[in-house]
């Protein structure tokens, strides 16, 4: 897990208050952290992966002070309107598609605080933007940029810049070979044709995301007073998230927020967006999972020391909470406020002796021995894109959630294949031959199922080898089968087969080297996918 660094002369301004060092260490615990020592005026503090919002000094402060019941309640931003515009080319649709900006004014930066930026920006690169994979994020002083800003792909050959702390100007596929961060994070661009940069009306390169800043256009000095910020990505809403994330830390740093209109080939949005969000709670419902018997201003006292406003049983969000997604997480901050140590001690009144069922037994023993078949485990989430099902050719069976929070997780997947893909296409960089089995849940429209992938990938990965897999997997088990070709458009055709035992049970095939294009994968990738309870059957 991450942990920031705070100074303590500046949190303590920050929160409103100085507590006595062993109040602060208690309470710092209670909140739902993990402090790791203070030593002078340095505290270390261990930030779970679902509070990315207190990943700054400004963030951590906002939230403590409200535990401790100084600054309680929904903070309020103000919001001013800027006549400055980005243009989104169609270019960067296959690329990184989309954009969230906004303009910081009247800030004053001294050497702490530029250190204060840099250590928001990291550590949201790293956990939130999932080392910069799922969202990177550009911080620019904006008296050297000529409004309106373009976000588009160029070829690239055709980027020439000098990148930060480089001596000399240097074409992207330059950067990419001989700077650091460009080697570093060069496997983000891999296989793509042209390379996203954000330009001004001057033709100035500010950044090519998510690899590296312009030099001249794209660092901050103690004598910047206002910036420009742009979060890019794959997924919208996950980009306002992280841009409110940074504007309210900047905002609580002195500075005003200003918004954007980002202009997109087919719609205009206005970046970013500080209004809260409205999630209903039921009373019953929080003390029925804590078993408590809290009134409702109980609740609304509580709520008010995690920063939430409460009004006609619905909780108002803040703008940067990423992690509120149902009632069950107003909950447990409602715990949190409450006080876990407040809680009595109570013995269950039924005694059990905890076993492993017979289907987690047989699926241990299936992984011990695809380990030693030389494989290595992979484990995915049970909810995927739309897209990725798509790519795959696998759409038609699909089961759409009704409200999604974004498009990365919005479709309960009916196969495992859509997400080995995907961790394949993660991992072009990384050394061949890649070999990966997982035991996962899918679903069917009646039923959840529990399936076995097993997937080959390196430059002569074929139906011979990944059959070869399969005869040895299913010897173990003394189990004879037979293979009934089938057409189907995630495979090559002629090179697919349906797996039979006493009935049909899986697939085998060699991946369609259209589906291998869709997920942006070199090598050749031969799988089988197994459904393990019509197997044990």
Same mark, same amino acid.
């Given at each position: 897990?991450? +942990?920031?660094?705070?100074?303590?002369? /500046?949190?303590? #301004?920050?929160?409103?208050?100085?507590?006595?060092?062993?109040?602060?260490? =208690? #309470?710092?615990?209670?909140?739902?952290?993990?402090?790791?020592?203070?030593?002078?005026?340095?505290?270390?503090?261990?930030?779970?992966?679902?509070?990315?919002?207190?990943?700054?000094?400004?963030?951590?402060?906002?939230?403590?002070?409200?535990?401790?019941? !100084?600054?309680?309640?929904?903070?309020?931003?103000?919001?001013?309107?800027?006549?400055?515009? *980005? &243009?989104?080319?169609?270019? *960067? &649709?296959?690329?990184?598609?989309? +954009?969230?900006?906004?303009?910081?004014?009247?800030?004053?930066?001294?050497? =702490?605080?530029?250190?204060?930026?840099?250590?928001?920006?990291?550590?949201?690169?790293? +956990?939130?933007?999932?080392?910069?994979?799922?969202?990177?994020?550009?911080?620019?002083?904006?008296?050297?940029?000529?409004?309106?800003?373009?976000?588009? $792909?160029?070829?690239?050959?055709?980027?020439?810049?000098? %990148?930060?702390?480089? =001596?000399?100007?240097?074409? $992207? *596929?330059?950067?990419?070979?001989?700077? %650091?961060?460009?080697?570093?994070?060069?496997?983000?661009?891999?296989?793509?044709?042209?390379?996203? /940069?954000?330009?001004?009306?001057?033709?100035?390169?500010?950044?090519?995301? %998510?690899?590296?800043?312009?030099?001249?256009?794209?660092? !901050?000095?103690?004598? +910047? #007073?206002?910036?420009?910020?742009?979060?890019?990505?794959?997924?919208?809403?996950?980009?306002?998230?992280?841009?409110?994330? !940074? *504007?309210?830390?900047?905002?609580?740093?002195?500075?005003?927020?200003?918004?954007?209109?980002?202009?997109?080939? @087919?719609?205009?949005?206005?970046?970013?967006?500080? $209004?809260?969000?409205?999630?209903?709670?039921?009373?019953?419902?929080?003390?029925?999972?804590?078993?408590?018997?809290?009134?409702?201003?109980?609740?609304?006292?509580?709520?008010?020391?995690?920063?939430?406003?409460?009004?006609?049983?619905?909780?108002?969000?803040?703008?940067?909470?990423? @992690?509120?997604?149902?009632?069950?997480?107003?909950?447990?901050?409602?715990?949190?406020?409450?006080?876990?140590?407040?809680?009595?001690?109570?013995?269950?009144? /039924?005694?059990?002796?905890?076993?492993?069922?017979?289907?987690?037994?047989?699926?241990?023993?299936?992984?011990?021995?695809?380990?030693?078949?030389?494989?290595?485990?992979?484990?995915?989430?049970?909810? /995927?894109?739309? =897209?990725?099902?798509?790519? $795959?050719?696998?759409?038609?069976?699909?089961?759409?959630?009704?409200?999604?929070?974004?498009?990365?997780?919005?479709?309960?997947?009916?196969?495992?294949? %859509?997400?080995?893909?995907?961790?394949?296409?993660?991992?072009?960089?990384?050394?061949?031959?890649?070999?990966?089995?997982?035991?996962?849940?899918?679903? @069917?429209y009646d039923k959840e199922k529990t399936n076995l992938i097993i997937a080959i990938a390196h430059d002569k990965a074929n139906f011979t080898e990944i059959k070869q897999i399969l005869d040895s997997f299913l010897f173990l088990f003394r189990i004879s089968y037979i293979l009934k070709p089938i057409k189907n458009s995630t495979f090559i055709e002629g090179r697919a087969g349906e797996i039979i035992t006493k009935e049909p049970i899986g697939i085998i095939g060699e991946i369609n080297p259209e589906v291998l294009t869709n997920f942006n994968i070199s090598n050749p990738i031969a799988l089988l996918e197994i459904d393990l309870k019509l197997f044990l059957r």
């Amino acid at each position: 897990m991450p +942990t920031i660094n705070l100074n303590k002369s /500046v949190f303590e #301004k920050l929160v409103g208050k100085k507590l006595p060092l062993e109040e602060l260490k =208690e #309470k710092i615990f209670y909140l739902g952290t993990d402090l790791e020592s203070i030593e002078g005026n340095n505290i270390t503090v261990e930030i779970f992966p679902n509070r990315p919002d207190m990943l700054s000094e400004q963030g951590f402060a906002r939230a403590f002070s409200s535990f401790i019941g !100084i600054k309680t309640g929904l903070r309020e931003y103000e919001l001013k309107k800027s006549p400055h515009r *980005v &243009k989104v080319d169609n270019s *960067v &649709k296959d690329i990184r598609p989309y +954009t969230a900006c906004a303009i910081i004014k009247n800030l004053s930066f001294n050497d =702490e605080k530029i250190k204060e930026i840099i250590q928001i920006q990291e550590k949201l690169h790293v +956990t939130f933007g999932r080392n910069r994979k799922k969202a990177a994020i550009g911080i620019y002083p904006f008296e050297k940029i000529t409004p309106p800003i373009y976000y588009k $792909a160029m070829f690239p050959k055709e980027i020439i810049f000098r %990148p930060l702390d480089s =001596e000399k100007e240097m074409t $992207a *596929v330059e950067i990419l070979k001989n700077h %650091p961060a460009g080697k570093e994070y060069a496997h983000l661009l891999e296989n793509k044709e042209k390379y996203p /940069v954000f330009i001004d009306s001057k033709n100035k390169i500010l950044s090519m995301p %998510p690899i590296i800043n312009s030099h001249e256009v794209g660092k !901050i000095t103690e004598k +910047t #007073k206002d910036i420009f910020i742009e979060c890019s990505g794959f997924d919208l809403n996950t980009l306002k998230i992280l841009l409110n994330i !940074i *504007v309210t830390a900047l905002s609580d740093m002195g500075g005003e927020v200003y918004s954007m209109e980002l202009f997109y080939e @087919d719609k205009k949005i206005i970046t970013p967006d500080l $209004a809260p969000s409205k999630i209903s709670l039921e009373i019953e419902y929080v003390n029925k999972i804590l078993g408590l018997e809290l009134k409702e201003t109980e609740i609304k006292n509580l709520l008010e020391k995690m920063g939430y406003s409460y009004k006609n049983k619905h909780a108002l969000v803040p703008s940067y909470r990423s @992690d509120i997604l149902h009632q069950i997480d107003l909950v447990e901050d409602i715990a949190i406020a409450y006080g876990y140590n407040n809680f009595s001690h109570e013995m269950p009144n /039924v005694s059990t002796i905890g076993s492993e069922t017979n289907f987690e037994s047989f699926k241990r023993k299936i992984k011990e021995a695809l380990i030693g078949f030389g494989l290595l485990e992979a484990s995915s989430f049970i909810i /995927v894109s739309n =897209e990725s099902l798509k790519k $795959a050719n696998l759409e038609a069976n699909s089961i759409k959630i009704k409200n999604p929070r974004n498009k990365e997780f919005d479709t309960l997947r009916s196969s495992l294949i %859509p997400s080995i893909m995907q961790i394949f296409s993660e991992n072009q960089h990384n050394e061949f031959p890649q070999k990966l089995f997982e035991i996962n849940t899918v679903f @069917d429209y009646d039923k959840e199922k529990t399936n076995l992938i097993i997937a080959i990938a390196h430059d002569k990965a074929n139906f011979t080898e990944i059959k070869q897999i399969l005869d040895s997997f299913l010897f173990l088990f003394r189990i004879s089968y037979i293979l009934k070709p089938i057409k189907n458009s995630t495979f090559i055709e002629g090179r697919a087969g349906e797996i039979i035992t006493k009935e049909p049970i899986g697939i085998i095939g060699e991946i369609n080297p259209e589906v291998l294009t869709n997920f942006n994968i070199s090598n050749p990738i031969a799988l089988l996918e197994i459904d393990l309870k019509l197997f044990l059957r």
